[in-house]
């Protein structure tokens, strides 16, 4: 299945929970950067933890960053994180939680 993709800038596209198949797609489609916005094990069983997202884009040539996030409680030491992250991350960047909206609100709070 194709993933659903948001581009929030030329720099920044947001999308919902990914797994590590999906990290080859990811590099093919020009992203040089994955932000991981969803903790660990909120999903349940099915949702891929970090570490083995982390591996799998590691081993397609991408960049990774884990930045959790609860829903609706982003923390100001999440967007300051978030913040030095994007800004030096090598562009453009791919950020995902489970529908992709935590990782857009962080990236609108970051530009605040």
């Known amino acids: 299945m194709a993933l659903v993709v948001k581009q929030i800038s030329a720099d920044f596209s947001v999308t919902g929970q990914i797994t590590t198949g999906d990290m080859a797609e990811i590099a093919r489609s020009g992203f040089k950067t994955v932000i991981n916005n969803r903790p660990d094990h909120e999903g349940g069983g099915d949702?891929?933890?970090?570490?083995?997202?982390?591996a799998a884009a590691k081993s397609v040539g991408l960049n990774?960053?884990?930045?959790?996030?609860i829903p609706?409680?982003?923390e100001p030491e999440q967007v300051a994180?978030?913040?030095?992250?994007f800004a030096s991350a090598e562009k453009p960047v791919l950020a995902f939680c489970r529908t992709g909206n935590r990782a857009s609100n962080l990236y609108q709070l970051g530009l605040a």
Do not use: G, T
């Open 64 to 69: 990774y960053a884990y930045i959790p996030v």
């Open 47 to 54: 949702q891929p933890e970090s570490a083995m997202l982390e």
């Open 72 to 74: 609706n409680h982003i």
């Open 81 to 85: 994180v978030f913040r030095a992250c």
